[in-house]
């Protein structure tokens, strides 16, 4: 069976390394995405003393820090070298992942127009 391997993380400057790992882990493709986290949002807007309702997206084109989803669908097999590559790269210390981010598994029912995998391929 097929899974999605999802890390968030603050470090987006190590987003591409933890995609370029996962490639050479045989990962069939890598997606980095940045997004805004609302704990991050909230507390940015009140050290610059605005209201959150009001200004939302002003604060999202002003802030420079974001986060970054990296994930790939890959077998079951790949699920823990991945999250054990990305955790390395990342820096993090303890298997809670303490100040470096997240993961998550989600399973994959189905697929459609993904590159072909050696390991996703198998009848």
Known sequence: MTKMVLVITTKIERGLQVAEAWEELGAPGVTLI?????????????????????SLASVMRQIEETNQIIFSVV???????????????????????????????????????????????RP
């Open 34 to 54: 940045d997004c805004h986290g609302l704990h991050r949002l909230r507390e940015r807007s009140k050290t610059l003393e605005i209201n959150l309702i009001v």
């Open 75 to 121: 077998d079951d097999d790949l699920v823990d070298p991945l999250i054990d590559a990305a955790g390395d790269v990342l820096g993090a210390v303890d298997p809670d992942w303490q100040g470096v981010g997240v993961a998550f598994v989600l399973p994959v029912e189905r697929t459609v127009g993904m590159r072909p995998s050696p390991s996703l391929s």
